[in-house]
């Protein structure tokens, strides 16, 4: 089993990788046009300015990725491509949690649902900060494992740098950083000292 599992990940990812650039041609709709409207100005304080505006409540990290990208050729295509990496790159990481916590055939089942399932293959195509989000909140998960397993402060660190983004990112992230911060909580207590 355990010489199938890379195979099998990797062709997730690639099928994830599939569905979703099949669908990523679809026109520029909804909060989509806020993202464009806000991510073409022509230099980052105009992005910041419209972020903080009436046009935007949510919070600059993706804006300011988008903006990036923009710069690389037509922003109906490129102010995607963030959503589209982290959509895929996310998958991968869903088996890596999944491995370290529930073992790698559930983690397999799971990495399976999330590549396959039609709410990620919307956020991964859309010009929005759900797929960063995403990517953000499975990769701080991991850390965090990894830092309660070492204590080693340069993960902490890593931590905080990565639940700082995934703020930055949306804010509905606080959801996913509160559910880790009370599992610590509640499995380390003898540390909470």
Known sequence: MRSLTVPAV???TLLA????LAAFDESF??????????????????????VKSNLEIS???FFVVAWLFGKLGDPFVWLRIPSLLAGVATVPLVYLLGARTVGRTAALAGTALFA?????????TEARAY??????????????????????RR?????????AAAMYSHYTA???LGAQAAWAALTQRERLR
């Open 10 to 12: 990797a062709g997730l």
């Open 17 to 20: 990788a599939a569905l979703r």
């Open 29 to 50: 709709f909804g909060d989509e046009l806020f993202t464009h409207l806000i991510s073409t100005r022509p230099d980052l304080r105009a992005v910041l300015a419209g």
């Open 59 to 61: 919070p600059p990290l």
């Open 116 to 124: 396959l399932s039609p709410f990620a293959i919307f956020y991964a």
């Open 131 to 152: 797929a960063l989000m995403t990517l953000l909140v499975v990769l701080s998960t991991l850390v965090l494992l990894h830092a309660l397993e070492t204590n080693d």
């Open 155 to 163: 993960w902490w660190a890593a931590l905080a740098l990565l639940e």
């Open 174 to 176: 606080v959801f996913v």
